[in-house]
C-alpha cells in the first residue's frame, strides 16, 4: 500500500518512472528491470541508486546502438532519427550528486560509479 500524496509527483512527470514493481497510482511507471541489470553487471557493483541508474543508463545506450547499426543494415529506412544520432551522441551526465567524502561513501565499496567519478580524498 502506497501512502497516500507519494505518487503525485511522479504520476504528473511527462515522462517514464521507473519503481522497484508496479505502482498502480503511477500510470507512467515503468518496473525497474533488475534481473537484465544484475545479469549485465555483478549485483556486488549495484548498491546505491547512482550505481542502478548508471548501469540502466549504459543498458540504454547499447540498446540505442544495436538498433542503430540494424537500422544500418535495413534495405529501406524505418527510423530516419536513428540514423540522425552516432555514437558521440550517447553521454551519461551526473548533477547534483553528493559524494560526500566524509561520510560512508568515501570508504564503501566500489560501484558501477567507481570508473567514473572519485570521492575528493578517496584516492
Same mark, same amino acid.
Request: proline content about 7%; hydrophobic content about 35%; glycine content about 6%.
Given at each position: 500500500?502506497?501512502?497516500?500524496?507519494?505518487?503525485?509527483? /511522479?504520476?504528473?512527470? /511527462?515522462?517514464?518512472?521507473?519503481?522497484?514493481?508496479?505502482?498502480?497510482?503511477?500510470?507512467?511507471?515503468?518496473?525497474?528491470?533488475?534481473?537484465?541489470?544484475?545479469?549485465?553487471?555483478?549485483?556486488?557493483?549495484?548498491?546505491?541508486?547512482?550505481?542502478?541508474?548508471?548501469?540502466?543508463?549504459?543498458?540504454?545506450?547499447?540498446?540505442?546502438?544495436?538498433?542503430?547499426?540494424?537500422?544500418?543494415?535495413?534495405?529501406?529506412?524505418?527510423?530516419? !532519427?536513428?540514423?540522425?544520432?552516432?555514437?558521440?551522441?550517447?553521454?551519461?551526465?551526473?548533477?547534483?550528486?553528493?559524494?560526500?567524502? !566524509? !561520510?560512508? !561513501?568515501?570508504?564503501?565499496? /566500489?560501484?558501477?560509479?567507481?570508473?567514473?567519478?572519485?570521492?575528493?580524498?578517496?584516492?
Amino acid at each position: 500500500m502506497v501512502q497516500p500524496g507519494v505518487c503525485q509527483l /511522479p504520476a504528473a512527470l /511527462p515522462r517514464q518512472v521507473m519503481t522497484g514493481g508496479p505502482i498502480l497510482e503511477i500510470q507512467n511507471h515503468e518496473v525497474y528491470p533488475i534481473e537484465r541489470v544484475e545479469a549485465e553487471f555483478s549485483a556486488y557493483f549495484l548498491h546505491s541508486s547512482l550505481s542502478l541508474m548508471s548501469a540502466m543508463a549504459i543498458l540504454q545506450i547499447e540498446d540505442r546502438r544495436k538498433a542503430r547499426a540494424l537500422e544500418r543494415q535495413r534495405p529501406y529506412i524505418h527510423d530516419k !532519427t536513428l540514423l540522425d544520432e552516432n555514437d558521440k551522441d550517447d553521454v551519461i551526465g551526473y548533477w547534483g550528486v553528493d559524494m560526500a567524502p !566524509t !561520510t560512508n !561513501t568515501a570508504t564503501s565499496a /566500489p560501484d558501477a560509479t567507481s570508473s567514473s567519478s572519485r570521492p575528493c580524498g578517496a584516492g
